[in-house]
C-alpha cells in the first residue's frame, strides 16, 4: 500500500520523463517533466505508481525492472 506520494511537475533540462524518489519517511516523490502533454504526464505517473507498487526499490537489476514494468 502507498502512504504518501508527492508529485512534482518540473521543466526537466534533458529529455527525460519521470523521476521517482524514494524519501528517508517512506514516502515518495515523483517528478514529472511538465514539458509533456497531460496524456504523456498521466502514463509516465501511472509507470512511477507501478514501480512503487512493485516494490522496486528494493530490487537490485534496473534492466529487469524495467523490462517488467513494460509487459
Do not use: C, W
Request: aromatic content about 8%; overall charge negative.
Amino acid at each position: 500500500m502507498i502512504q504518501d506520494v508527492n508529485v512534482v511537475f518540473l521543466d526537466f533540462p534533458n529529455k527525460g520523463k519521470e523521476m521517482v524518489v524514494e524519501n528517508e519517511d517512506g514516502t515518495y516523490t515523483v517528478l514529472i517533466n511538465a514539458r509533456l502533454t497531460h496524456e504523456q504526464q498521466l502514463k509516465e505517473y501511472l509507470h512511477a505508481i507501478g514501480h512503487i507498487l512493485s516494490e522496486d526499490f528494493q530490487k537490485e537489476n534496473v534492466q529487469s525492472i524495467e523490462v517488467s514494468a513494460h509487459k
